[in-house]
Structures are given as structure tokens and as C-alpha cells.
């Protein structure tokens, strides 16, 4: 998604010091968070530091066993491990058809286990969105590929850094795991960019209006640059089609897919957005199920990090997605006036009032 760059010096400088400590460190938050740009900026300061770093991302590469241990393969710099290419071009025969695919990922998790130097460099392992392992459970002999690569981490001496959308269900993989939260953006970071663009009094809206979220704040940014206002803005960029309203519906369709009980987690989603802070009981009366049933559907959605948890009481963890849920979820489209409304709401901080279209009127 377009827009300027919004550095992150504090929060980078903290991973960079915990990279070279013993075991895995997770980082966390919502899909748009800032999550890969961290990680890549990492592997820019690490390799600026003379080490050798090995980036993957298992959404697109644990697909199957022979595609992930190939790409694992082929994200090794070839100028700092060519001292593994027999180590390497046993993992490829394995991963070649007719192979073991099975004894490929495990032999290149052993690789990984291992290598704490390169070339005389140290090594250093970034992994996006490790929960994607689960896939490879579908596959003969790799029922525990999860828990295989757990270990391997493990035993890794320094250097790995993993970042996930989903920290609950990485942390019932790998229990123990030390957790980095990628928090909102903060006053201070947002504060130099828009200054430098001369829109310094606009930060604190901004960052309302986003979230605090960089994929939102980044769209709102630009258009504050082009001249815009914030209103505006937000309104045109919710409504269909717009980028706003584009990547919040794709975290709520990942978010829904990776859930289980599709049709009633919708309804549970668009009951919450409806009336943020509900308990089970008020759960329970407004969609007609057992008390049972519609723990399990909240059970489900908390363990995708969609919503938490707040003294038994349930919220959105992206309000973003809360705000498309109340204007796109429900088979009409927003209407101007709706989407105005829930601008204003949003760069006033409350997003409770999305479809009140005189809220905030003058």
C-alpha cells in the first residue's frame, strides 16, 4: 500500500539489541502493524552490521514440503554460504520429485538448528508468519512439523527473530516464546514525518483516525500531502474499492478463513462491531444460541487475535476491521452519509458512532 515511510528508530533499535541474545523472539500484531517491513529493516541493519541473514516467508513458502525446502534453499546468500552447497544440494535432491519431501524439511531444519556463523559471519534467521508450519502437517511425516521446527529454533544459538498476525496461536505452538508487541504508532514516530510535510498539527488525528495502524496512517499521510483533509479522506478511502476499505476487508477475511465456524463467526464479528464490550450473556440473548456454542465461536476468533478479550468482555483488536464490518458487512452498500459520519467519528477517536450519519454534526 503507497504512502511515505514511517520509521520505527525505537521499536528497530530494541529488536536489533535482542537479535544477538539466545532463542527465538516473537514480534506481534495486526496484519498492517508494520510487522515484514520491521523484519526486513532488521535484516538491512543486521547485514550493515556484517551479518548474514536468512529472510523467509512461510505464507508463500510452506505450501508443500519440496516448495518450502527450496525456498529455504534459495534465500540462503549464495556469497555467505557457499560452504553448505553439499549440505544444500542433499536437501534439493530429497525435495525433487519422486523424493522424500518429508526428510527435505527436516534435514533443512537441521541445517537451520546449526548455523550460527556463515562465512565468519553470524547468522541471523528472520521467519514471517512461522504459524504457516501447520500446513505441513498434511503431509506424511510431517504430522509434528510444528513442534520440529520449535526445536530447531531452539537450538538455534542467537539470531532468530520471528513475526506473526496470529501471536495466540504461535504461542500454543511454541510456549515460552519471548513476545515483542508492535504496538500502535506513537505520537513521537508519527510526529517528524508529517512535520517534515508541514502537517505537523494533523498528527493526533491521524493517528485516531488509522488506529495508530502504519497501513491506514501511511493512505491518510498521502492524501494529507496532496492536500486533502483527514474527513475526506477516510470517507473516500472506506468506501468500496477504496484502500482503506480494501485492506481492512482482507484482514477480515484472513482473520474469518483461518477461524473455524465461518457463518457464525461472521455473525459473532458483526454482533461485537455492532456493540464493542458485550460479554457472553448479551452474546448469548442477541444471536440465539446456547451459551455453549457461542463460546466456542469467541473461542475461535480469540484464538485468530480478530477480537480480545477484556474482563470477559470482547473487542476488536483492529478497529479498522471493526469499522468495515458496521458499513460493508451487511450486504448494502455504505451510503455517503454513513460514510461521512463514520469518518468524523473516526478522527474524533470514536468509532462507536460509524453509522450515526448526524454524529459529529455541526
Not at 19 to 43: D, R, S, Y
Not at 185 to 200: C, I, K, M, R, Y
Not at 281 to 287: F, I, P, S, W, Y
Request: net charge positive.
Amino acid at each position: 500500500m503507497p504512502g511515505p515511510e514511517l520509521p520505527r528508530s525505537a521499536l528497530l533499535e530494541r529488536v536489533l539489541a535482542r537479535v544477538p541474545q539466545a532463542g527465538p523472539a516473537l514480534l506481534f500484531g495486526p496484519p498492517g502493524a508494520g510487522k515484514t517491513t520491521l523484519l526486513l529493516e532488521t535484516a538491512r541493519a543486521l547485514s550493515a552490521r556484517g551479518w548474514a541473514c536468512i529472510y523467509l516467508d512461510l505464507m508463500g513458502a510452506a505450501s508443500s514440503p519440496e516448495r518450502f525446502a527450496v525456498a529455504a534453499l534459495d534465500a540462503l546468500p549464495a556469497e555467505s554460504f557457499g560452504a553448505l552447497l553439499g549440505r544444500a544440494t542433499q536437501i534439493r535432491r530429497l525435495a525433487e520429485p519422486g523424493g522424500d519431501g518429508a526428510a527435505s524439511v527436516h534435514a533443512l531444519l537441521s541445517l537451520w538448528a546449526a548455523l550460527g556463523e556463515a562465512g565468519g559471519r553470524p547468522v541471523a534467521l528472520l521467519l514471517d508468519e512461522p504459524t504457516e508450519i501447520r500446513s505441513l502437517a498434511y503431509f506424511a511425516g510431517l504430522r509434528e512439523a510444528a513442534a520440529a521446527l520449535g526445536s530447531a529454533l531452539q537450538r538455534r544459538p542467537r539470531g532468530t527473530l520471528l513475526a506473526t498476525s496470529y501471536p495466540t496461536q504461535a504461542r500454543a505452538l511454541w510456549p515460552g516464546l519471548e513476545a515483542v508487541e508492535v504496538p500502535p504508532l506513537a505520537p513521537a514516530e508519527l510526529d517528524p514525518v508529517l512535520a517534515s510535510l508541514g502537517l505537523a498539527p494533523r498528527a493526533a488525528g491521524v493517528l485516531r483516525a488509522s488506529f495508530g495502524w502504519p497501513r491506514y496512517a501511511r493512505v491518510l499521510v498521502e492524501r494529507l500531502a496532496r492536500g486533502d483533509g483527514l474527513e475526506e479522506s477516510w470517507a473516500q478511502e472506506m468506501a468500496a474499492g477504496g484502500r482503506l476499505e480494501s485492506a481492512a476487508r482482507h484482514t477480515y477475511e484472513a482473520l474469518l478463513l483461518r477461524s473455524r465456524g465461518y457463518g457464525m463467526s461472521k455473525a459473532v464479528l458483526a454482533a461485537v462491531a455492532d456493540d464493542e464490550g458485550m460479554n457472553l450473556t448479551a452474546l448469548v440473548a442477541r444471536l440465539g444460541r446456547s451459551p455453549g456454542a457461542i463460546r466456542d465461536y469467541l473461542g475461535w476468533l480469540l484464538d485468530v487475535d480478530a477480537l480480545r478479550s477484556v474482563k470477559k468482555r470482547y473487542y476488536y483488536v483492529d478497529g479498522m476491521v471493526r469499522a468495515w464490518v458496521r458499513l460493508h458487512g451487511r450486504g448494502t452498500p455504505a451510503t455517503a452519509a454513513e460514510l461521512a459520519a463514520a469518518a468524523r467519528a473516526a478522527a474524533a477517536g470514536e468509532p462507536g458512532a460509524v453509522l450515526s450519519p448526524t454524529a459529529g454534526a455541526d
